[in-house]
């Protein structure tokens, strides 16, 4: 079945000690997400690639990173982990703004604890 | 810039019975989409249903359906029958013209009472 699949599915890093989330899809999807969802709120858009286009939010801090090396896979690397990016980080797929009525396909989520 | 809200932190209702859940939301965009995710804990995010803003009727998926009222920017979600498998945290969540990304409310948990 196609789908999006995150690795690994809990992580724990030290303080620090900077860490990498993996995200690979066989949906041959154009637009790859990371989202960040802390403990009882809503999914909070990181950044998103577009192809090889990368989209940064604003307010996304410089601690966050990504990678897009291929079409399948995409990365999320934290330079410096602080106690505060605890939290699920959910990759999602989509085809774009031509399917947008389609909503995304998400992954399981990577839960990242801070020690 | 467009937000969605849901009111309800928590809702709670008995097997088999009939829960609404609510959403409201600010756009100056006319064409959009919305949709409702379900959160199962600890599995993955799914789409529960869409409504597509120029469509005036509402969307309906088995037990599912939705009372889109496009003046009033809301879109409450209907869940019939109640089951014990429909007990996660439910997000709205708003689809951009241009940019095509979704903005989430904070979300709303249920749990089924048996």
């Known amino acids: 079945d196609a789908m999006v699949i995150q690795n690994p599915r809990y992580q724990v890093t030290q303080f620090g000690k900077p860490v990498t989330l993996s995200c690979s899809q066989t949906?041959?999807?154009?637009?790859m997400y990371w989202y960040q969802q802390k403990s009882s709120q809503a999914p909070k858009l990181l950044f998103h690639?577009?192809?090889?286009?990368?989209?940064n939010e604003a307010d996304t801090p410089d601690n966050f990173q990504s990678r897009r090396p291929n079409t399948s896979f995409c990365f999320l690397d934290i330079r410096s982990p602080g106690l505060g990016d605890a939290a699920m980080y959910l990759c999602?797929?989509?085809?774009?703004?031509?399917?947008?009525?389609?909503?995304?396909?998400f992954g399981s989520g990577t839960r990242l604890t801070v020690v | 810039a467009q937000t969605v809200t849901q009111s309800q932190p928590e809702m709670s209702v008995q097997e088999a019975e009939t829960v609404t859940l609510s959403c409201t939301y600010d756009t100056s965009e006319s064409d959009y989409y919305l949709f409702w995710y379900k959160q199962p804990p600890s599995r993955q995010m799914i789409l529960v249903i869409r409504q597509e803003a120029y469509k005036q009727q509402n969307a309906t998926e088995n037990r599912f359906s939705v009372n889109f009222q496009k003046a009033a920017k809301s879109f409450s979600l209907k869940i019939s029958d109640s089951q014990l498998g429909d007990a996660a945290m439910y997000f709205c969540?708003?689809?951009?013209?241009?940019?095509?990304?979704?903005?989430f409310g904070q979300g709303t948990r249920l749990t089924i009472n048996p």
């Open positions: 949906l041959n999807h154009n637009v």
């Open positions: 690639y577009y192809d090889k286009d990368f989209n």
């Open positions: 999602a797929t989509s085809r774009g703004a031509r399917d947008r009525g389609r909503g995304y396909t």
């Open positions: 969540a708003y689809s951009t013209q241009g940019a095509q990304k979704l903005v």
